[in-house]
């Protein structure tokens, strides 16, 4: 068609074009962006989900600041494009909410591929443009659609099977316990590693999904399956391949009988002791088609787990990162000693050649003897010990499988000539929750410890999380999980996580209410220490507070007042005073009786509060009278006139009746004074708390307005201290403030002392979640401008996008950079910093002067002077405020 009105060789149909063309893009720098980060369950583009009703999150950015979504439109459909929400139309829906949102549309078939897609209006009614299609894969519904049988007998299963036509979609469902390894036409499935996580196995097994489709060939196939022992201690192996094929047809290939097994090069294998391999058993091609397995035998049809199978649904255990040796040492002929230069869990990467036979030993350890020998002593029975037998073909790479130790240092024997660095690389191994949050500051003792909580953390997430990761231990020790709760959710993605450990706390409930030591139930008792089994009402608490999780509550409810009425059902004269650890590891012992009475008041709060947000007044009324009960039983039983202080007078007694203000107002002053006398002046800046004390004294001490303190406390390194681990070469916590390093109970990677984690954001960094809008909907920056800190900066990744504290300063002068996502909320509180004559401004712009708000920057909503600082609302954006006066 001729153009109209060519101007050489161009249209004014061109310029139109282009004119709306740029228009828009213009029009979307301006206005709403398109939603991202869309998330399902927690999850990016999750595979399997087995919740029916599940819930989407998206995060939004605009170019102006102050916005907030106003209403949203949610497409799900059976096709890739989405172009129509068949399965869901939400339409225009008024709501600020961009997390939580669940899912009203027909309902979801299992074993299907979805896909979704969001856009959003802002407060100026502006639509953005759709967000990118993300995908939603649900997962078995129903317990009858597990065709298959267990198998199992010896380690290695495979099976063949026909590909005949184009596959559409292909998916395998697997649980092989305790750890399997799926191979598919000779490539491993997937980057999980010591899957699947574990669980209650008589309550729950789960199982994970996996798109097959670009492992599968046209014709012949082969699936083989390793297994390994894991904490199941047996193996097992049911799976289900299901293919969907041009056409219409549908293939399901279940484990039964007609599977093949065969023991395979993994001689013994054991999550403590470690793992054998001898390459000489390797039977090539065995995961691959044409293999002739006329040497294999049927697979035995065996007993699985007695439990219900649900999809795993968190992230899954991966290799996170790989650890080149700083060093290798030689200390006794043919010994060789590497040093990772980093505590971590996981396993060695070994590279060698040699004559076939030849046995490499390595064995780990976390310390070295002053000889430069491991030191394997606080390993207890854990053997930590890894064999590989040469198949003398070349260069041999290998690393293991169903085990992970707990390490720095790696020994190698059996070493066929001299090794060098090349011969090692650590493999960090944990739960790949993504990292979340970042604080530093001008302290560097502080960062240190940043870094040693971190690292700690991680490679204390196995599924559940740990104690520790080295030795005969790693159990979900309950006390630990809830000291370092807080910490985790700061640094870390633990929604998914944590949603599958209040299930498995679920999963080991009892008729009568009780809960365990740990999750699940190995070591110590049932009933739960009552320090301990606060972990399942605070981790559900924190799942609202963190991320607005209010279908853990719903879910919870029932058991946590069984849990609730179990401790009530222990008390005497209105207190639980039964306990098992108390203030664990403390340097100055606290009676346990007034740890668990605190936490039975505690338990009995959060159940209130758990009731109000879920609506029963009934409820929260009968356990707010309950609550007063224990309050007043409380300071009966624990306050001594003569000292003014709880108990033995403690810190952890005094810091106690402190934080949940159980001390009545004629009390505290002196149960403070007492606290604070002790800490600055009787033990010179040293906390003398165990794992318990230490997390609520930090907190009591920024509550009344003694961060300075809680500062020295913090960047000391001297015994007692974070520091001081440092000092001693600590790469990750400690269990122990002392340094140690016999059989005795001395793990050096324990996070559980990590609670200072969370004081770091929320007191020096300023982040602070607001209990008035859960998920960070209202958020409270008030950074404390501690002794010469001179800056310290924060960023947590909430679900509703970064919120970030920055400060720096001056004699007379503070600045603050303050990110916070669209459709929040903050108070950013600034101290005077005994100046007179305060300017606030943002940018260039005054938004305080003569005492004054003064109106007018975008976003900021309002100041005032309050309790000795300006206190400023703003809505969302970044910001860039100076404080500066005379
Ligand atoms: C664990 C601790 C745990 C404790 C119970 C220890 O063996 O390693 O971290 O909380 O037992 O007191």
């Given at each position: ?87 869901w ?85 697997i ?28 309550k ?158 390595l ?22 010990e890894?064999?590989?037998i ?26 066929p ?99 365990t030591?740990t ?12 320090a ?11 799942m609202?507070?963190?991320?607005g999780?209010?279908?853990v ?31 664990w ?127 020295d ?67 409270r ?48 509180v ?51 405020l ?5």
């Open positions: 068609m001729a153009s109209l009105f060519p101007v050489r060789g161009f249209s004014i149909l061109g310029f139109l074009l282009i004119f709306l063309f740029l228009a828009r893009t213009t029009s979307a720098q301006n206005g709403p962006s398109a939603p991202v980060g869309l998330r399902c369950e927690y999850l990016t583009d999750p595979l399997g989900v087995d919740v029916r009703a599940p819930r989407f999150f998206w995060t939004l950015d605009h170019a102006s600041r102050g916005q907030s979504q106003t209403a949203f439109q949610v497409l799900v459909s059976t096709s890739p494009d989405c172009a129509k929400g068949e399965m139309d939400s339409g225009k829906a008024v709501s600020a909410e961009t997390t939580q949102v669940v899912y009203r549309g027909k309902p979801l078939d299992s074993d299907t591929s979805y896909f979704w897609k969001v856009r959003w209006w802002d407060k100026d009614g502006q639509a953005s443009p759709y967000s990118t299609v993300a995908r939603i894969d649900t997962g078995l519904f129903d317990p009858g659609e597990w065709r298959g049988r267990w198998i199992g007998g010896a380690n290695q299963l495979r099976k063949e099977f026909a590909v005949d036509g184009e596959v559409l979609r292909a998916r395998a469902y649980c092989g316990l305790g750890y399997y390894e799926l191979r598919v036409n000779g490539r491993k499935v997937g980057a999980n590693v010591l899957d699947p996580a574990w669980t209650t196995y008589d729950r097994a789960l199982y994970v999904t996996y798109d097959l489709a670009p492992y599968l060939k046209p014709g012949a196939n082969a699936v083989g399956v390793m297994l390994g022992d894991g904490w199941f201690k047996k193996k097992a192996l049911l799976a289900q391949i299901h293919l969907e094929m041009a056409g219409g047809k549908k293939v399901v290939i279940a484990t039964d009988s007609s599977w093949k097994m065969k023991d395979g090069p993994v001689t013994s294998d054991s999550i403590y002791n470690g793992e054998t391999y001898d390459a000489r058993l390797e039977t090539r091609g065995w995961d691959a088609p044409g293999f002739k397995d006329a040497g294999w035998k049927a697979a035995q049809v065996v007993d699985g787990p007695k439990g219900v199978l649900s999809a795993q649904l968190m992230p899954p255990i991966r290799v996170t990162d790989t650890l080149v040796p700083n060093k290798m040492m030689n200390p006794a002929p043919g010994v060789y000693v590497f040093d990772m230069g980093q505590n971590a869990s996981g396993w060695a990467r070994l590279r060698v050649s040699g004559p076939r036979g030849t046995a490499v030993r064995r780990f350890a976390e310390l070295l003897y002053p000889n430069g020998m491991i030191n394997q002593e606080n390993l207890r029975s854990a053997r930590a890894d064999v590989y040469l198949k003398g073909e070349g260069e041999e790479v290998w690393e293991p499988r169903f085990t992970y130790h707990g390490f720095r240092f790696v020994e190698v024997t059996g070493f000539g001299v090794p060098t660095l090349e011969t090692l690389r650590g493999r960090v191994v944990h739960s790949a929750v993504k990292p979340s949050g970042s604080f530093a500051c001008s302290n560097p003792v502080l960062n240190a410890i940043q870094r040693i909580v971190t690292w700690g953390q991680k490679t204390n997430l196995h599924g559940i999380p740990t104690d520790c990761n080295q030795r005969d231990e790693r159990m979900g020790w309950m006390g630990d999980a809830q000291g370092t709760a807080e910490e985790a959710l700061m640094n870390f993605d633990m929604a998914a996580f944590y949603t599958n450990f209040l299930r498995d706390i679920l999963d080991v409930q009892d008729e009568k209410g009780q809960i030591d999750v699940p139930h190995v070591w110590g008792s049932r009933p739960a220490d009552p301990w089994g606060t972990a399942y009402p605070l981790i559900a608490w924190y609202y507070q963190y991320y999780d209010r279908r509550l719903e879910d919870h409810y029932a058991a946590l007042k069984k849990y609730v009425e179990f401790l009530r059902s222990r008390a005497v004269d209105g207190l639980v005073t039964y306990s098992y650890y108390g203030d590891v403390a340097v100055e012992k606290t009676p346990g009786s007034i740890v668990s009475s605190f936490y039975y008041y505690y338990d009995v709060k959060i159940l209130i509060d758990v009731a109000r947000a879920l609506g029963n007044k009934e409820d929260a009324a009968d356990y707010g009278k309950l609550a007063e009960e224990i309050k007043a039983a409380f300071h009966r039983a624990y306050f001594d006139s003569k000292t003014g202080g709880y108990a033995n007078n403690t810190q952890t007694a005094n810091a106690l009746a402190l934080f949940l203000e159980l001390a009545p107002k004629e009390a505290r002053g002196s149960a403070w004074q007492n606290l604070f006398e002790s800490l600055a002046y009787g033990h010179n800046s040293h906390l003398m708390t165990g794992i318990i004390g230490t997390k609520y004294l930090m907190e009591v001490l920024t509550r009344f307005g003694h961060s300075d303190l809680a500062y406390i913090a960047a000391q390194t001297t015994y007692p201290s974070w520091g001081y681990m440092i000092e001693n070469g600590a790469t990750t916590l400690w269990e122990l403030w002392q340094k140690r390093e016999g059989p005795s109970m001395n793990s050096h990677n324990h996070p559980m002392f990590g609670s200072v984690g969370s004081w770091f954001y929320k007191a020096l960094a300023g982040i602070n979640p607001d209990p008035e809008g859960v998920g960070f909907r209202k958020v920056l008030e950074p404390q401008l501690v002794r010469d800190l001179a800056y310290a900066a924060g960023s947590v990744d909430t679900l509703r996008g970064q919120v970030l504290c920055s400060w720096k300063r001056s004699a007379k002068c503070v600045t603050l950079e303050a990110v916070i996502p669209v459709g929040s909320e903050a108070e950013i600034l101290p005077k910093l005994n100046l007179r004559n305060i300017v606030v401004k943002e940018g260039e712009t005054v938004v305080w002067k003569d005492g004054k708000f003064v109106p007018g920057a975008s976003g900021i909503l309002d100041a005032v002077d309050k309790d000795g600082a300006i206190r400023i609302k703003a809505g969302s954006g970044r910001f860039v100076e404080l500066s006066g005379e």
